[in-house]
């Protein structure tokens, strides 16, 4: 039984290495051919730039006018979108100056208003020159005007009181 054990593993091991063996193989013949690759595709880039040299010869005058033809749209997009962005431009030109003529008004009203507030602050400004003299004679007369007024308050009350205490002893 160990002999039988002992050849079946190494019939293993010998099968194990051949297959090693044969992926070693297939290693090395996949490089070489990944190898080769940038040759053959060097040739089928050089038949591919061949091919459409001759199909350009053939089709050069259908090219141009396609060149033609795709040159002109594209510039007749470029004139619309132009005229597009000049109708804009405009547009904001003339909202702009409204907007200016706006300001201006404005700024006018403003300065008006500014010239008026000036002329009348002056006005006043002579008034209280004028009336600044009169001033002390006037805020005397009025302090006495105060006094007596508060005097005959005073003395309103004493009679409404001498009233009452006489009317209280007719009693």
């Not at 190494?10 to 194990?16: A, R």
């Not at 199909?55 to 005229?83: C, G, H, K, W, Y």
């Not at 109708?87 to 700024?107: G, P």
């Not at 009025?142 to 009693?171: F, I, M, N, Y």
Request: glycine share 4%; net charge positive; proline share 2%.
């Amino acid at each position: 039984l160990v002999d039988e054990g002992n050849s079946f593993t190494e019939q293993l091991l010998l099968q194990k290495a051949k297959e090693c063996q044969e992926l070693r193989v297939s290693q090395a013949n996949v490089a070489a051919a990944i190898q080769c690759l940038p040759e053959v595709w060097g040739d089928v880039v050089k038949s591919q730039r061949a091919w459409s040299k001759a199909s350009a010869l053939r089709r050069a005058p259908a090219q141009r006018v396609a060149i033609a033809a795709n040159a002109f749209a594209e510039t007749t997009d470029r004139a619309a979108a132009a005229e597009v962005e000049y109708a804009a431009a405009t547009t904001a030109i003339e909202a702009r100056k409204k907007r200016q003529t706006m300001l201006a008004k404005s700024t006018e009203q403003i300065e008006a208003r500014g010239n008026a507030a000036q002329v009348e602050e002056a006005e006043w400004r002579q008034k209280r020159k004028d009336l600044k003299p009169g001033l002390g004679t006037c805020y005397l007369k009025l302090l006495r005007l105060q006094v007596a007024q508060q005097r005959a308050v005073e003395g309103r009350a004493t009679l409404h009181e001498r009233c009452s205490v006489a009317t209280e002893l007719k009693r």
